[in-house]
């Protein structure tokens, strides 16, 4: 009997970490091959969570967003309009050597934008399908209209150190160099809190960049963890094995949240947006499940539990068949007690 008794109590102080990075990891875990990059920020609060936050992926789509934030801040300084047109051309130079090429509609997820090949569009027209239907052709003509050079600049006075913007999509000559596009999801997590913080250009921009966002029409991984109906401020991005999904969440009633997921060496990118509308799920519930004005990883921890009681007297007999074994058990109690507690708060 005192033998079962002492292991259920050394079973009973065996730590569990279910903290919300314990929870992501796991379901990571869960898929083979899987490397994810997460970075997340309770906007006011001392709330965050980065796993794996500052490994460099191959960008995707994502770049489009420091396209995006360039173009207003060029706007803002009176060097661009909204309204302006600029002829649109199926027809780019390569980093490489300057040799061209054109992109293949059946490899766009905005085909409708090649039947305005040869016309004049406006940037604002342009923005807006490069961001909700991720136009490729439209990065290109926006990243020749703001240069990329001058594009990875504003991302560093963002505080985005790690970005790199190089090209316009699909340069094939310029990928079997290695020379890419790369992003971390701490980067994107800053240009996001920037936008959403009316610091990545002026305030009216800003508040322009997270309404084209909120229209972002590629719904299924961030979005598909959430409650119907949650508004979601996001880009995502994805070449073979690659998968992400950047985003500004208004939780009701909450303060917005950023969260980026990045991921790779996932084939199918079905099991990638799950894994990622998961994480937005469990992120989801620790920032719903937090009490007001509750915050993360240093935030004072709350008063520690009160004492247990002592055990009642008229159990002596039921846990130990003698004196002595229950002197021991005092011990045991003495010492496993505290520590019990200890791993509660």
Known sequence: MTGLLLLALAAAVVPHDDSLAARIRERIATVPGAEVGVAFHRLGHNDTLYLNADSAFHAASTMKVPVMIELFRQIDAHGLSLDQRILLVNQFGS???????????????????????????????????????SSNLATNALIALVGAARTEATMRTLGAMRIRVLRGVEDQKAFDQGLNNTTTAR?????????????????????????????????????????????????????TGVYHDAAIVYPKGG?????????????????ARSLIADISRLVYEHVTAAPPGAGGPGRPPGPPPAPPAPPRRHHRAALAGDGKNFSILQRILATVWPAAFQCLR
């Open 95 to 133: 980093i490489v050597d300057g040799s061209l090429y054109a992109l293949d509609p059946g490899d766009d997820s905005d085909s409708a934008m090649y039947r305005m090949v040869g016309e004049r569009v406006s940037v604002r027209d342009l923005m807006f399908h490069m961001i909700t239907r």
């Open 187 to 239: 980067d994107l997590a800053i240009i996001l809190e920037a936008i959403q913080e009316n610091r990545a250009a002026s305030p009216a921009s800003c508040a322009m960049m997270r309404d084209i966002l909120l229209h972002q029409e590629f719904n299924d991984a961030i979005p598909a963890g959430l409650p119907a109906g949650t508004p979601v401020a996001h880009k995502t991005g994805d070449i």
């Open 255 to 271: 303060d917005p949240y950023v969260l980026v997921v990045l991921t790779r060496g996932i084939p199918d990118h079905a099991v």
